[in-house]
């Protein structure tokens, strides 16, 4: 005896109020009503799948697509119109019919289209988000960054020298850990304030712009052995202008190697930063030109495929 397995709808897309429900992801709320996933799209966005994407076998101008039902064993229902004269009105007019004329094959490639379709269109979405979001108070966030990028730059290089203060380590000439105290201390007085401390934002902005950093022990050795200038005089330690540096990495060569032993991590950071979809879906997005909907356009270097991910890592 042949068991029969009951129907169910998988993806609903009505093209004419622009509503595309993703039913096979239906979900059984507490108080046991159902809640569809139900996605509204633009017109325009719409119209370029159908005429773009889909081809003339499924939509062309006299023969349009009005709706689709998917199906969970594979069948369609396609509802479209038709456009014919009316010889009574002597008019074109539109007839609304449920076209059949399709294979199963070409039923499973519409509906992976439709998914893709709507993966790109949400993932152009969160990209319009994100660069909106980014946007709010921009004059703000960009003087609170400012200020909170030096504190971790300060605090950076406090960090990489801790060891210099190790009582095992050997010092390589006299006075060097002594050196290294004082560095460690300039690193520590280095006061920024608050923007509340200065009459406009853009005097606190120029002062934490404009400040510079002690260098270290290491780079002082470096300009002047034994504490020598080129002409055998001697040259205190901070002492003269050419010893103080606008960038950290200027600052501490301890910074330079910390920075670099997190190479690794911050490229991995960077590489799960980006959005990842699959091929398909962002060429669907280059396809119907999706970067016409988000505010500032979409960078397609920020949209990795996972192929992208595994030459990377490889």
Not at 209 to 231: A, S, V, W
Request: glycine share 2%; charged share 30%; aromatic share 14%.
């Amino acid at each position: 005896m042949t068991t029969q397995l009951a129907r169910s709808a998988t993806l609903e897309v009505d093209f004419q109020n622009k509503i595309i429900n993703n039913t096979s992801a239906r979900v059984l709320l507490p108080d046991g009503r159902e809640y569809v996933p139900t996605f509204s799209i633009s017109g325009e966005m719409l119209d370029r799948f159908k005429e773009e994407a889909l081809g003339e076998f499924w939509h062309t101008e006299n023969d349009q697509l009005q709706a689709l039902f998917f199906y969970s064993d594979n069948y369609l229902y396609c509802q479209r119109k038709k456009k014919k004269f009316d010889f009574a009105s002597q008019q074109q007019v539109y007839s609304t019919y449920t076209f059949t004329g399709y294979t199963e094959e070409q039923v499973i490639e519409l509906e992976k289209k439709v998914r893709n379709f709507i993966t790109a269109q949400n993932t152009a979405r969160l990209y319009d988000v994100e660069t909106r979001l980014s946007k709010i108070d921009e004059e703000y966030l960009f003087f609170e960054n400012t200020w909170l990028k030096r504190m971790q730059e300060k605090n950076a290089i406090l960090a990489a020298t801790d060891w210099r203060m190790s009582p095992d380590v050997e010092e390589k000439y006299d006075g060097e850990r002594a050196l290294w105290i004082r560095y460690r201390q300039e690193i520590r007085n280095l006061k920024f304030g608050e923007p509340t401390d200065y009459p406009t934002p853009l005097d606190f902005f120029r002062a934490i712009k404009t400040f510079k950093f002690p260098i270290d022990p290491k780079f002082y050795r470096e300009m002047y052995p034994d504490g020598l200038d080129n002409d055998g005089n001697a040259v205190e330690y901070l002492s003269t202008d050419d010893q103080w540096v606008a960038r950290d990495t200027d600052s501490s060569r301890d910074l330079i190697e910390s920075k670099l032993t997190n190479i690794s991590t911050m490229r991995q950071n960077y590489i799960n930063s980006k959005k990842v979809v699959t091929s398909e879906v962002k060429e669907m997005m280059k396809l119907l030109r999706l970067e016409d909907f988000v505010e500032a356009g979409i960078d397609y270097t920020q949209i990795y495929t996972e192929e992208d991910i595994n030459d990377l890592v490889d």
